[in-house]
Structures are given as C-alpha cells and as structure tokens.
C-alpha cells in the first residue's frame, strides 16, 4: 500500500502544476479509486499535497519544506496563492518581519481589491508564529482616507492630541502609535496622508520618537512596525519619506494570477458560504466558468462581492420556495459576470483541466472542512438575516406567489445601499459634528423610535445633529427664530409634537439651555420627514392612460415603462385598427368612469394620433373631471409621465414636464433662457439653520460669482413648490439641496449628507459646469489627430484626466479654460506618439521645488495617458501644464 501511495505522490510531483481529482488519477495510475482518494487524504495529513474544495476535489502536488520554514509559513498559507503567484510576495514580508532588530517598516503596492490589507494582517501573524513579536502586540488599522479632508484630526488620530491643542480637544487623547507600541500600525491608503503627516512620520521612523498634536518640547517613544498600503504609484510620496521605507511590495491585480488561483476563490468562498448557512450550494457548471473568466474592476474584492449578492439571490430562492438546497444558475449572476462567459475560447488550456466539459454541476457541503483560507467576507450574516426578516414577514402578512427577481432587486439592492451608507455616514458625522450632539441626536432619534413605533434612517438623522448645532448656537446668542405655522403643526401632529416636547427637555437637560416653543415645533417637524413621506404614496395620484393604435402598442410601451420604474401604475388601452372609433370612445369612457374615485386629482391621456387626440375634451365634460391630453407621445415622455404620477406630482405639474420633454425631443434649441442665472436652492424647516451651513458649505466649493445660492424655508410642500415655480421664472434652477426630499421636473436633489459626504459634492461641481462637446470636437480634429485610433476616445480621456487633476489639485478653473487646457493634452499627446521633442520649460529647477506637491499630483494623474497610449510626458511638459492650471485657478 505504501508503495502505491508513494506512486500517487510521485505522479503528483511529476506534474506540479496541474491539479487532479481521485477519478483522474486513479485512471491515469490504473488504481482502484476508493483508495486513490484514501491515499490523497492522507498526503494531505501529512502535508504533501494541497486539496482544493469543491466537487470534485482537487489535489496538486505541495512543495516539500522543512518543518521550521512550514510552521512560518502558516500564516500565508490562508491566502489564495501563496506559493504561486504570491511566492516571491510572501518570500519580501518574512525578511521585512524578520529582518533585525526590529524588521522593515514596509508599504504595499496594489490595485483596489488585490488584498493588500489580508496581507497586511498576514504579515502580523506571520511575525508571532516566528516570535520576532511577542504574543500580545498589538496590530492597529487605519485607513487615512477616513479623514483626508480633515488634517488636523488626521495628525491627531495617528499621533494623539494634546489638551486644548485646538477647540473641542478637551482631554487627551492617546494616538495610534501608542496602541501600536510593541507591534504593527497598518496605514491603508498612505498616499492620502498630506506631506506635513509624511514628514512626522518619517521623523518618527528615524528616531522613534513623535509629539502629539499640540504638544511643546517633550517627545514620547514608541517602538512600532509601520506597513502601509496605496492603490497609487510610489511616486504621490514624498521621495523622502520614500527612503525610509525600505521595504516595498506589489501585489498582482487578479488578471496576472492563475487560473487556478481563481477557481480557488470561487470554490474557497462558496464553500464557506456553504458551511455558515449549513446548507448545500450547487453551482452551474457556466457559474464557476463566468466567475474564473470574467474581469472585475475591483480584483478580489470585485469576486467577493459579487458573490456575496449571487449567494443572497440563491438563499432567497430556496427560502421562499422551500427548497432542499443553494442553487446558483447562469441567471442569477450579475451582467458583467456573465460576460466571462464570452472569454470561455480564450481561456487557457488548464482550464479544462479544472472544469471538466463533462461536469455540468458542483457541489459545496455544508459539512466539509472548512478551507484555511482567509477571505476578507468574515462572518458577516447580515444579508442573509436581511432576507429572513424580509420573507418572514411577507408571509405573516398572507402575501402569495412572491415574485423573486423583483424581491432581489427592491429589497436587497435597497440592503446594500443603505449598508454602505451606514459605514460611510459614521465617519462623516465624526469630522463635522461634536460627539456631545452626535450623541444627543442618537439619544433623541432612539427614544423617538420606541415613542412613535418608528425608524428613522441616517439622512434624517445627520441633518437633525446639523439644525440642533445651530439650534443651540442662536439660542445662546439669544437670537430668536418664529414659527410660522406652529399651531398647524401642533393639530396636524399632535402625536409627534407632545414626544418632540418630550426630546427638548432631554436637550435642554444635557446642554443647560431652554427651548422656545417655536424651536420644539421645528423638532416636530424632524419627526414627520420619514411620515410625510409615507404619506404621499398614500395620496391621490393623477391617472396615466396609454393609448394608441394597434394590437399591443400602448401595452409594450407602458410594459417597458413599467418594468424600468418596477411599478405597476399606468394603464394602457390598444386600439385595433379593426375597431371603430366609436367603440373604442366607449370602452374609455367606461374605464375611466370606474375609476374615477381613484383618479380625484384628474388624468393624462398619451395619444399617438388621428380620433384619440380629440377624446381628452370629450370625456372632461361628459365625467366632469380635469383630463389633458398629450399627442405623439413616446417612450420618454410615458415614463416622465408615470414617474411623476407614481410620486403624486399634479396633473399640471406632470403636463408641462412632458411637454418640456416633447419640445426637446422636437428642438434642439430649447434650453434655458441665456440670460437666467444658474442658481442652487439651499432649504430646511428654519430657513436657515442647516440651510445656513449648507450655504457656506458650497460657497467654499463653488463659484458663487457665476453660480447664485438661495436659502428658502421648507414648511409645507405645496408652498415651497409655488416658490420654486417663481424662482424659475427668474433664474435656471440647478440643484436644490436639503433635508427633505424634494423632486422638481428634472432638477437634482442633494441631501445634506450628500453635500458634506464629499463624493456627491462633485458630482454636484460638475453638474454646474459646462459641458465639454466631446462628439462635435472629436469630429472637427478627425484630419488633425491622426496618431491615434480614436479621436473621441482620447478626448474623453483626456477630459477624465483634466477632471481629476482639478480635484486632486483642489483648483477651479473656467469652463473656457478647461476646453483650452484638454485641447492642449490633446495636441501634446499627438505629437509625443508622432515625434521626439524637447520644449524647454524656463527655470524649471525652481519652479519644480516650488510646486513639488503640484508637480507630483499632475505626474501621477497623467499616468493613465502614458499607459494607454505608450508615451512618457518628459517633465518640461508636466511642469507647463501644472503652470498652466496654477496660473488659471480662479481665487474667491
């Protein structure tokens, strides 16, 4: 038996690279396969082969190491990859962990998704299996884009704060070298450090010794092991903080590893998934294929996520269907996954090795041993509890034939969203609002919850910490504020007024102040944003009616309308060319007659032409009800036209939208008025307030000389409506930004968290800037540019590039200069491809010690440009185009 097991190992040993199942090798070494998969199971007790889960199992030959290089190497072995493409990754981090005294401080280079905080940990275990750390050290994780925008409370985090160093510092507070003593202090996303944070840094890196924020003339001592980790090149650092870290990194984005490695992440992470929802998952053979082949932007990360939602649509599946099993179909997968499909002829020869054309199915068991591998998911069931409470509830309320797909994308596209909206809120509520009204708003919304029987989400509450700032502010400069209809509110919400009565004196307990009563009326109206929303989908809507000639035409129309919007409303009525005018008028007239009650607030009737554009007259006398008609109607103006009514917008209101939507459609030329000023709307309850903050917010961001910012009260609905119907008379309404929702024609709605958050702040930015006619420019350089394939393509990368240099930079320019500055790229990027040339830029030496920073932020933002089209911008050229963007910002 010996004998045989040793034949399996050697033919293992013979092909090191390939992998086999017990069948394979049974028939390849003519041996009974019960005992081939005995043998294979005991090699891998011994640690002579590695077993790769999922059904079949795979064995591939394990590289013999001592017993001492074997215990080390544990820690790594959780990672996919490690003794593949990793080898030479893994090999870097034992010397830089063991390297004496105290090993090399380090930082790791990869895309977004490569792993590189899993390897960071790894290195940490790795260094107490070897002892070079005693058991107890610490590993501290930081990721510096948490407060990018704040450097004080960056510097302050990382080295601690010293009392009174800045207004709120009222104690001190220990920093992250200190935790990190005796340790690891893992720094994610170094290259958003400022050089300020990089010079104390390195200053620390040289002698050991920092100084908290604030602190004068004595330094403390901390003995720690720095790793950090950036998706961007070596070159966003400084080249002096550069040096002193010795140690560098790369891990290869998910496109350079092995096919097997990534057969060994889908099966690594489904069988996981398997054993924590104890249960069996089978797979399509085209499911495993998809996930090997298909390329993701966001590498490892992308795989996990994506499978993280294929396996919640599976589990909801077989909750609701009460199925035996996880079943996972090609249908199931995401759009871009299922593209990997389209990759199977360009796929590599291993792969049929791994995937077999005759196995149509795997399985993963809930009660196989669990893979050593890490995978960043953890132990997060939230998903799936999600879908349990989600079913669970359905069913209490008799709900029947549960449509699943349209389960998936309203609820669970709902879950993630507000799940990550969640991680993103904490950590921008920290940087602008005080813990002690952090802590009252939590306090507040927690009892109102249990009071009113309701919940209330993360918007509401970030918005109420920034009217209750404000609120204690004018009452302690002794500014008073009037409710306008402050009795309405106590009649209309009684219930919410006596617990907002309630909330103010927990307020006043807490900040030793007194609430007036016109304020506790403006904390009513806190707790009636969510309710006033509820309310209006129980309103009376305006009815939408499609009708056209032909057998399925209205139907198709509003079907394909439907399932965009996923709603049921609207109705369409198909008029046969068979049927004579006179009966379909009746058939109308009856189908509206017996749902008149549901349609109070009138009907729009989308004609396409001839006798049905005359009926919308008719049948208003004849049913005495408010009825308009809209001809030569198409999809976009029907799905204007359901959407607004879903959402209780007028019958007036929905009519002129289209009718907006039909004269573009007709004209080109129909925009705004040249001589109506861009303006933005800021609104809350107070009309000032978190509407005051809102505004000074954006004046910091935006250029207020071309763009006007209005402050408007929000009380009630329908009046703040007719105020914005004024002001559109005057102006060229933008975006309006607020607490409460508030959806107007076409107009952008940002809430105050957007605009605070950062990354909606610029979509706002560029939504106030002129539009860059790509198309209409790469047709007029069409005879110029000949050196590359695409004339728009270019343009648009270019642009991409300009965009993001202006916000790394933090620069405003003018929208003419910005068309000069891309034309220039443009015209530069042609000439490297087509000629050598050297353009001397005047006294460069200076000017590039001067603008290092600038310098260094446009090198690396053009990095993309160099790659794409194979050129390198010689530094004359990057110095005369940061000049160019320094000498045109515009200053407030």
Not at 695 to 712: A, G, H, S, V
Request: with cysteine.
């Amino acid at each position: 038996m010996s004998n045989r097991k040793d034949l399996v190992l050697k033919y293992l040993q013979q092909n090191p690279d390939d992998s086999f199942s017990a069948r394979e090798l049974a028939e390849a070494l003519e041996l009974d396969r019960t005992n081939v998969s005995r043998y294979l199971n005991e090699l891998y007790a011994d640690h002579k082969v590695h077993k790769i889960v999922g059904r079949p199992v795979l064995f591939q030959f394990k590289s013999p190491r001592s017993k001492k290089e074997d215990g080390e190497s544990k820690a790594f072995s959780k990672m996919i990859g490690y003794n593949l493409s990793l080898k030479i990754m893994v090999q870097q981090a034992k010397a830089a962990i063991l390297y004496p005294p105290r090993g090399l401080h380090t930082i790791i280079f990869g895309q977004t998704g490569t792993g590189k905080s899993v390897f960071a940990r790894s290195m940490y275990e790795f260094a107490l299996e070897a002892k070079a750390m005693p058991q107890d050290a610490p590993f501290i994780s930081f990721n510096c884009a948490d407060y990018a925008q704040n450097p004080q409370l960056l510097f302050g985090h990382i080295f601690g704060v010293k009392k009174g160093s800045y207004t709120g510092a009222t104690e001190d507070t220990p920093g992250l070298l200190k935790k990190a003593d005796g340790g690891i202090l893992f720094l994610d996303e170094i290259h958003r450090l400022p050089p300020e944070g990089q010079e104390m840094l390195f200053t620390f890196i040289d002698k050991g010794v920092y100084q908290p924020l604030g602190e004068s003339g004595k330094e403390y001592e901390a003995s720690v092991q720095i790793i950090g980790a950036t998706t961007e090149s070596s070159d966003v650092l400084l080249s002096t903080f550069k040096r002193r870290i010795p140690m560098s990194i790369t891990l290869p984005p998910l496109s350079e590893r092995t096919i097997d490695e990534r057969y060994q992440l889908v099966a690594a992470f489904l069988q996981q998934e398997a054993r924590r929802l104890n249960q069996e998952i089978v797979a399509e053979r085209d499911v495993i294929l998809a996930f090997m082949l298909y390329h993701p932007e966001a590498n490892i990360g992308q795989v996990e996520r994506d499978l993280k939602l294929v396996c919640a649509k599976a589990f909801l599946h077989y909750r609701t269907n009460d199925e035996d099993h996880l079943n996972i179909t090609q249908k199931d997968l995401p759009l871009q996954v299922q593209k990997g499909l389209l990759l199977k002829k360009e796929a590599p020869d291993r792969l049929n090795r791994i995937i077999k054309p005759q196995q149509n199915r795997f399985v993963f068991e809930s009660n196989h041993q669990d893979s050593d591998y890490f995978l960043g998911s953890g132990e997060d069931m939230s998903v799936y509890n999600a879908i349990e409470e989600r079913v669970d509830e359905l069913l209490r309320s008799g709900a029947q034939n549960i449509d699943l797909e349209k389960f998936v994308q309203n609820g669970m596209g709902h879950y993630f969203n507000d799940y990550i909206e969640q991680l993103a809120s904490r950590e921008v509520q920290k940087e602008l609002i005080s813990t002690d009204i952090l802590e009252a708003t939590e306090m507040v919304y927690d009892i109102a919850e249990k009071r009113l029987n309701r919940t209330f989400n993360n918007s509401t509450r970030f918005a109420f910490s920034l009217h209750l700032q404000s609120t204690l502010d004018r009452i302690r400069e002794n500014r008073p504020i009037i409710h306008p209809n402050l009795n309405g509110v106590r009649k209309q919400y009684s219930k919410e007024f006596q617990v907002a009565i309630e909330l103010s004196s927990l307020i006043e307990e807490k900040f030793v102040i007194e609430i007036p009563l016109d304020e506790i009326g403006f904390i009513t109206m806190f707790l009636t944003i969510d309710l006033k929303e509820k309310s209006e989908e129980l309103q009376e809507k305006v009815g939408v009616f499609v009708m056209m000639h032909g057998k399925s035409t209205a139907s198709s129309m509003l079907e394909t309308v439907q399932e965009l919007l996923d709603t049921k409303f609207g109705i369409a009525l198909d008029m046969p060319l068979t049927m004579k005018v006179k009966e379909m008028y009746e058939w109308v007239r009856i189908t509206i007659r017996d749902r008149m009650k549901d349609y109070a607030q009138g009907i729009l009737l989308l004609t396409d032409m001839g006798s049905l554009n005359s009926f919308g007259d008719i049948l208003a006398e004849e049913l005495d009800m408010p009825i308009k008609t809209l001809s030569m109607t198409s999809t976009p103006i029907v799905l204007e036209a359901v959407r607004m009514a879903s959402l209780g917008r007028s019958l007036e209101d929905i009519y002129q939208s289209c009718q907006r939507g039909m004269s573009n459609s007709i004209q080109q030329n129909f925009t705004v008025k040249k001589d109506k000023k861009p303006v933005i709307v800021v609104t809350c309850f107070t009309g000032e307030g978190v509407a005051k903050k809102l505004e000074e917010k954006l004046e910091t961001e935006i250029d207020t000389t071309m763009t006007k910012i209005i402050p408007l009260q929000f009380l009630q609905r329908e009046q703040f409506r007719q105020r914005i119907d004024q002001l559109m008379e005057k102006y060229d309404l933008k975006a309006i930004v607020g607490t409460v929702g508030f959806d107007y024609s076409s107009v952008p709605y940002y809430s105050a968290f957007d605009i605070f958050e950062g990354n909606k702040l610029t979509d706002l930015k560029r939504h106030l800037e002129l539009d860059f006619p790509v198309e209409e420019m790469a047709h007029s350089l069409e005879g110029t540019i000949k050196s590359v394939d695409s004339v728009q393509e270019l343009l648009e990368l270019v642009r991409d590039v300009v965009d993001k240099l202006l916000v790394n930079m933090q620069f405003q320019i003018d929208a003419g200069v910005k068309v000069g500055v891309i034309l220039h790229l443009v015209f530069l990027v042609d000439s490297l491809r087509t000629e050598a040339f050297l353009r001397p830029f005047p006294n460069k030496e200076m000017f590039v010690k001067q603008n290092r920073i600038l310098m260094d932020v446009t090198k690396t933002t053009c990095i993309v440009l160099e790659r794409r089209y194979e050129i390198q911008f010689p530094e004359d050229e990057i110095a005369y185009l940061a000049y160019m963007l320094l000498e045109n910002k515009t200053h407030e």
